[in-house]
């Protein structure tokens, strides 16, 4: 996952709540689950019988199943936490950069669909959706950057 752009006050509280753990405990915290290579186990911070799922995929952690990450959608304390413990993998920054980066898979896509394809009512219907997607798409970054500036202009609509 690229790490586009400044970490939000947010993120930031969260990265410091995880560098508040002693470097001895973080060993006793997390435990990988060796039975799903990418799966770990991060125990919670207030809750020593409580664990949360992290996974894991190429370089990227992709969701923790805290209450935190999934209403917020951006990187959790537990996510630091196993970024401190093993830094191949690095926490998510924003749920923008998810959006955007569909987005761009989906440009991406069509522009293959156009170029495979022979009939002439899918081609001229390709570049008017590469155009919603393309407004779309700098709608999101827009949206990221006011984000980045000020996290309390957008709202979850």
């Not at 911070?45 to 894991?56: G, M, P, T, V």
């Not at 190429?58 to 209450?67: K, R, Y």
Request: with cysteine; aromatic share 6%; proline share 3%.
């Amino acid at each position: 996952m690229l790490n586009v752009g400044r970490m939000g006050p947010e993120e930031r509280r969260r990265q410091i709540q995880a560098e508040q753990i002693n470097t001895e405990s973080i060993q006793d915290m997390i435990r990988k689950d060796n039975n799903n290579p990418g799966k770990y186990l991060v125990q919670s911070f207030s809750n020593i019988d409580l664990q949360y799922e992290i996974i894991a995929v190429e370089n990227s952690m992709q969701s923790c199943t805290c209450v935190d990450f999934n209403h917020n959608r951006i990187a959790c304390k537990h996510m630091y936490l196993l970024h401190r413990y093993n830094n191949q993998y690095s926490p998510i920054q924003s749920r923008f950069m998810d959006i955007s980066l569909n987005v761009v898979d989906t440009l991406n896509v069509l522009n293959e669909q156009q170029q495979s394809s022979n009939d002439v009512s899918d081609v001229e219907s390709v570049p008017r959706s590469q155009n919603n997607l393309t407004n779309e798409m700098v709608n999101l970054l827009a949206a990221y950057r006011s984000y980045t500036e000020n996290p309390c202009l957008l709202s979850e609509e």
